[in-house]
């Protein structure tokens, strides 16, 4: 039986798993929520625009790109918060 890729929400929340454990990821998650809208959608896009040249799951370019909504980002600058690396 074939594998199941794993939806871009699940990709998403192990995201936020990493980048609670992982303090370099933590630090670069943290860096881009903390921009400004227009810093934060361009940085995202050239990340992704990278990422899709190195071959990288679109799983894993999707939870990226959920990051460019102001609402998302807020809120994983607050799940974040408390978890410092």
Same mark, same amino acid.
């Given at each position: 039986m074939k594998e199941k890729p794993p939806t871009a929400d699940e990709v998403f929340v192990n995201l936020i798993?990493?980048?609670r454990e992982d303090a370099k990821i933590g630090k670069f998650v943290r860096a881009i929520?903390?921009?400004g809208d227009f810093d934060r959608k361009s940085? @995202?896009?050239t990340f992704i625009h990278e990422m899709a040249l190195k071959g990288a799951p679109a799983e894993f370019i999707k939870a990226v790109a959920a990051l460019r909504d102001s609402q998302m980002a807020a809120q994983v600058? @607050?799940?974040l918060l408390?978890?410092?690396a």
């Open positions: 798993r990493v980048a929520v903390d921009m940085v @995202i896009n600058k @607050i799940l408390d978890h410092k």
